[in-house]
């Protein structure tokens, strides 16, 4: 869950990015409109992502798996985005059921 919310937020605050891709334009109209709150969802799911590695690995694993889950992010983002739009929301949707089969009992 905590991976989510650290994806969700840097998709959110590279959206901000002058960087952003052009082929996402109709995301980039949302994000530019809405400016303000999207940058304090962004910036609230990184630090409840980092609040929830902490909280379950400890401080110091906690904050070296933060990091590194933070700069795949990050690469993944710079990497996906990119492509068309539709490789993105397939990639997405694999990475989520993933995760979600990971947590089941």
């Given amino acids: 869950m905590y991976v989510f919310l650290l994806l969700l937020g840097c998709s959110l605050c590279y959206g901000r990015s ?3 891709p052009e082929t996402l334009s109709q995301a980039k109209g949302i994000l530019a409109q809405y400016r303000f709150g999207i940058t304090v969802a962004g910036y ?3 630090c409840l992502a ?4 902490t909280a379950h690995y400890g401080w110091g694993t906690g ?12 690469c ?3 990497i996906a985005l990119p492509l068309h739009k539709y490789y993105l929301y397939l990639m997405a949707s694999i990475g989520i ?3 979600f089969i990971e947590n089941l009992p």
Avoid at 50 to 53: A, K, Q, T
Wanted: hydrophobic share 65%; aromatic share 24%; with cysteine.
């Fill in 76 to 78: 993944l983002l710079l």
């Fill in 50 to 53: 980092i609040y929830g590695f």
């Fill in 18 to 20: 002058k960087y952003f």
């Fill in 97 to 99: 059921l993933a995760i």
């Fill in 63 to 74: 904050l070296v798996i933060y990091f590194m889950s933070l700069s795949l992010a990050y």
């Fill in 44 to 46: 609230s799911c990184l």
